[in-house]
């Protein structure tokens, strides 16, 4: 069982930056990839960008790709999502989740945080 908290949610003008911080409960941490997901007003939740347990292979969606970074502290069970050079498109409610797959596709993560909501305002 992985219990997911995300944080650092917030309101940014455009071309600002974020860092959100997903913090998991559980000592298996380190062998789940984890995810990064957001939902806009009336569309689906799509995928952001993802992290292998070892770090080692990430992988983002086209349209954040070159303005998200993400990383991963196995050490102190967090999985954190920078977000540069910020647009009103990026206007969500970004989730984090975990898989013991490493793949961008929603039904095979397993678990799940509450969300945080990030604005970006033009």
């Known amino acids: 069982q992985v219990q997911l908290v995300e944080s650092g949610g917030g309101l940014v003008q455009a071309g600002g930056s974020l860092r959100l911080s997903c913090a998991a409960s559980g000592r298996t941490f380190s062998s789940y990839t984890m995810g990064w997901f957001r939902q806009a007003p009336g569309k689906e939740r799509e995928f952001v960008a993802l992290i292998s347990w070892s770090g080692d292979i990430t992988s983002y969606a086209g349209s954040v790709k070159g303005r998200f970074t993400i990383s991963r502290d196995n050490a102190k069970n967090t999985v954190y999502l920078q977000m540069n050079s910020l647009k009103p498109e990026d206007t969500a409610v970004y989730y984090c989740?975990?898989?013991?797959?490493?793949?961008?596709?929603?039904?095979?993560?397993?678990?799940w945080g509450q969300g945080t909501q990030v604005t970006v305002s033009s």
């Open positions: 989740a975990a898989s013991r797959v490493t793949t961008n596709k929603q039904y095979e993560y397993n678990y």
